[in-house]
């Protein structure tokens, strides 16, 4: 199980909108619709964003937005907002009953 | 509204046992997978493990020679050991719950900090 690759960082400024890349492998990004978005503010718990690549559980602001191609999911935030600002990880099933995560994203809102 | 609780030694030293509890209330363990994951400090996320409610359990390859993950459904609880722990396993350790098709980590415990020191 390799853990997912995502950008270090991104940043946009309040207002704009940033998209978050997610690459894994055809044994799990790319062969299931099971990839999860995670927020985490510091010192907090992650908290749930997206599921199943698309999906809002319920509370969370349209403005984000998942999506997937192949072997890669995208997180998109619209109307960058400065509370947006805090780690972001994308997580995918991997088969077998195990899932992977993403290394993590630090967005930075300008 | 579900609840997770994290508890447990917030010292444990090198070559020892690491041992942590999470408790689940506020709902049913019933149908749903229950997970330990961790972030050493400033790095990334990491998934431990699973059980699912009926005690069947998966881990992560890179840690599977070293975990074992329990479930008390009469407690509302579920457990971890790590054994044989190092510096390397200092972390904050999350428990979480997951749906039967692994939807996601819906609900997270606070976390909790355990230090791997002599």
């Known amino acids: 199980q390799s853990a997912l690759t995502q950008p270090a960082s991104v940043s946009g400024s309040p207002g704009q909108s940033i998209t978050i890349s997610c690459t894994g492998a055809?044994?799990?990004?790319?062969?299931?619709?099971?990839v999860s978005w995670y927020q985490q503010h510091p010192g907090k718990a992650p908290k749930l964003m997206i599921y199943?690549?698309?999906k809002r559980p319920s509370g969370i602001s349209n403005r984000f937005s998942g999506s997937k191609s192949g072997n890669a999911a995208s997180l998109t935030i619209s109307g960058l907002q400065a509370e947006d600002e805090a780690d972001y990880y994308c997580?995918?099933?991997?088969?077998?009953?195990?899932?992977?995560f993403g290394g993590g994203t630090k967005l930075t809102v300008l | 509204q579900v609840q997770l609780q994290e508890s447990g030694p917030g010292l444990v030293k090198p070559s020892e046992t690491l041992s942590l509890t999470c408790t689940v209330s506020?709902?049913?363990?019933?149908?749903?997978?229950w997970s330990w994951i961790r972030q050493a400090p400033g790095k990334g996320l990491e998934w431990i493990g699973y059980?699912?409610?009926?005690?069947?359990?998966s881990y992560n390859a890179s840690l599977e020679s070293r975990v074992t993950i329990s479930v008390d459904t009469s407690k509302n609880q579920f457990s971890l050991k790590l054994s044989s722990v190092t510096a390397a396993d200092t972390a904050v350790y999350y428990c979480?719950?997951?749906?039967?098709?692994?939807?996601?980590?819906?609900?997270w415990g606070q976390g909790t900090l355990v230090t791997v020191f002599s």
């Open positions: 979480a719950r997951d749906t039967v098709n692994h939807r996601g980590f819906d609900y």
């Open positions: 506020g709902g049913s363990m019933s149908s749903y997978y």
């Open positions: 059980i699912y409610y009926s005690g069947g359990t």
């Open positions: 055809s044994s799990d990004v790319g062969n299931y619709n099971l």
């Open positions: 199943e690549v698309t």
């Open positions: 997580c995918s099933y991997a088969g077998r009953t195990t899932v992977v």
